[in-house]
């Protein structure tokens, strides 16, 4: 997977891309992290890329220009003139586990990071696949946005994470949270490990995990349930349990 920022602060992408899991990722070679910075591509010697806005308003906008040289020279490098360019945005869709999955099948994942009041609509109609956002609030730039974008698909590449199975068993992944963990010592301030996870019984740990998890998103996520795919004994095994409260 290799992912092309257009940013106008490369250094902020970079080394937070270069930490924990992504920054072994990167030197193992599962992930290319290309953070090109939008500056290099203004037509001014003081590298200015925004303007004021038309019809007046508060702020500045970045300029349509150097974005559109910025996307040109990725599209040169990587061989491929209509990559898939995700704008972060909060009029976006939602970013979820199902975006990131979608977008983890692309060999060259192109993100374009906003600053000031916005970008020149005429480029975003030009170059942008896909509009997506973490959330519906407002910050400096797409910079963080596209850092927690980066690190959902790069958690999905293959031999990424050191156990196969831990982006399957993750929260969201079946529209469920995930279970309950623990770890040494076996009792902490009173309170102890769950029997059944010290027994190495490991058809009843699995089926603990799983009525965990229902538990949890019944709790926390009530309308991730409704997308999860639950047997008829499982959501009638919830019924009961959420009758005894």
Not at 98 to 107: C, D, N, P, R, Y
């Amino acid at each position: 997977m290799n992912f092309h920022v257009m940013t106008l602060f490369p250094e902020m992408i970079e080394r937070a891309m270069n930490e924990s899991i992504t920054g072994r990722a990167i030197k193992a070679g599962y992930i290319l992290v290309d953070a090109v910075n939008i500056r290099d591509f203004a037509n001014n010697k003081h590298n200015r890329v925004d303007d004021y806005p038309y019809g007046g308003g508060a702020g500045m906008v970045m300029q349509a220009e150097p974005v559109y040289r910025c996307y040109e020279s990725i599209c040169h490098s990587i061989g491929n003139e209509r990559p898939r360019v995700v704008f972060m945005t909060p009029q976006g869709r939602t970013f979820n586990q199902k975006i990131a999955e979608e977008l983890s099948q692309e060999e060259d994942l192109v993100l374009l990071c906003g600053h000031y009041e916005g970008i020149d609509e005429r480029v975003l109609e030009k170059i942008v696949t896909d509009n997506v956002s973490i959330g519906d609030y407002v910050l400096t730039g797409g910079e963080l946005p596209a850092l927690v974008v980066m690190d959902t698909i790069s958690r999905l590449v293959p031999g990424v994470l050191n156990n196969g199975m831990s982006a399957v068993k993750e929260s969201f992944s079946d529209n469920l949270l995930e279970y309950p963990q623990y770890t040494r010592p076996e009792e902490w301030m009173g309170e102890k490990v769950p029997p059944v996870l010290l027994s190495g019984h490991h058809k009843n740990i699995a089926a603990w995990y799983r009525e965990q998890s229902i538990l949890r998103t019944a709790k926390n996520r009530p309308d991730l349930l409704e997308k999860a795919e639950l047997t008829e004994k499982e959501r009638d095994w919830l019924y009961k349990q959420q009758e005894r409260k």
